[in-house]
């Protein structure tokens, strides 16, 4: 088995099996017949540290650029006004950022917020980790460079999709290649305990269901906050920590990915046409379990220019621009990624209900 990505152990459970998948970001051109490579995905959850994480890493990083959705850069500036309320961002203090390779930035939110970048390498007031961290093979490691950033005195907040949301609604798709962790909050307090940091306090926001942003700091101060105390509770009673808790997320993909075929079958039988709205990656891992190709879905639009002319891995289906939406007008729209729904919605009104029906992948 696995040594953990976070505190070495082997012991521990595999507790989701997506079997094999195409790397999740390597768009093939479209007159690319494939056979695209495929690795196993799959979830293991630490039996020491509680860290669930990616077991297999297939090394590749090819990555055209995603486009921001609005949902991502409103909660970026949510979370740098609750940072700015609880003094971590002033004017003239120190930043540091190890942002996410999908972008959403916050840099720019930071700096009109009168902040200074930091010098490359240098100690910082606030190092800003925002789903960054996940993106790390080797979790100890990548841990410590962050703790070391910071400036006596200083925090290092820690953004992440949180495990207890991916559990509580099944969001099974949200494992794919390249997401090396899956944090609850128990986890990633362990792993910042590795690099001597301590919790304080945390927010919760919305995005992805639930994403939580943790304080954490060298110096002990009071310990966590009685919102971190609860979450933490909370998120133990959930079962973070406990295989069972993740069956429910194997069902769902069975579930999830017969129901979606279903329906699709059902549109294609009446000579419907659907078409697949954002390339994400989660569509690449849904698609591909579900066993759905060009017959049930030909065509997939992204307003990314990097992956318009090109194909889903692993399967035949093209990626076109937003125009194709227009010129074909489609019986149903499969949305792939839940939180773009209300700005696509409003970007194509003449797609609206009831001449269009809006599918959830
Ligand atoms: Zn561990």
């Not at 056979?35 to 297939?58: S, T």
């Not at 840099?107 to 790390?136: I, N, S, T, Y």
């Not at 841990?143 to 509580?168: D, E, K, N, T, W």
């Not at 295989?243 to 017969?258: D, H, K, S, W, Y």
Request: hydrophobic share 45%; glycine share 12%; net charge neutral.
């Amino acid at each position: 088995m696995p040594a953990c990505r976070a505190c070495g152990s082997r012991a521990g459970w595999l507790v989701l099996d997506l079997g094999a998948q195409p790397p999740c970001d390597l768009f093939p051109p479209a007159g690319e017949p494939g056979p695209d490579p495929v690795f196993p995905l799959r979830m293991w959850l630490c039996g020491e540290c509680a860290l669930a994480q990616l077991v297999e890493d297939p090394g590749t990083r090819e990555e055209p650029a995603g486009v921001e959705p609005r949902a991502l850069t409103e909660q970026a500036a949510d979370a740098v006004r609750r940072l700015r309320e609880a003094g971590l961002v002033r004017p003239g203090a120190t930043v540091a950022e190890y942002g996410s390779p999908h972008g959403g930035s916050w840099l720019g939110l930071l700096r009109a917020e009168g902040m200074r970048d930091a010098e490359p390498g240098a100690q910082a007031d606030l190092v800003v980790d925002g789903f960054g961290l996940m993106h790390e093979a080797r979790q100890r490691e990548a841990m410590a460079a962050r703790a070391s950033r910071v400036a006596p005195g200083g925090a290092l907040v820690m953004q992440y999709h949180s495990l207890a949301s991916i559990l509580a609604q099944r969001q099974w798709n949200a494992l794919r290649h390249g997401h090396f962790a899956y944090y609850s909050t128990p986890a990633a307090i362990a792993l910042a305990a590795s690099a001597g940091l301590h919790p304080g306090r945390s927010w919760t926001f919305p995005l992805y269901g639930g994403t939580v942003l943790l304080e954490l700091r060298p110096e002990p101060g009071t310990g966590p906050d009685p919102a971190t105390t609860a979450l933490l509770r909370a998120e133990e009673a959930a079962g973070v920590r406990r295989a069972g808790a993740f069956a429910p997320l194997a069902r769902e993909v069975a579930e999830g990915t017969a129901r979606l075929k279903t329906r699709l079958e059902a549109f294609a039988a009446a000579g419907k046409r659907v078409t697949g709205y954002g390339a994400a990656s989660r569509a690449v891992v849904l698609l591909q379990a579900a066993g759905i190709g060009t017959g049930l879905l030909p065509e997939i639009v992204d307003i990314s220019r990097a992956k318009q002319g090109r194909r889903m891995p692993g399967s035949a289906i093209p990626v076109s621009g937003p125009g194709a939406l227009r010129e074909r007008k489609p019986d149903a729209v499969l949305l792939f990624v839940p939180d773009l729904a209300d700005e696509v919605r409003e970007a194509f009104p003449e797609l609206a209900e009831p001449a269009c029906e809006w599918l959830l992948g």
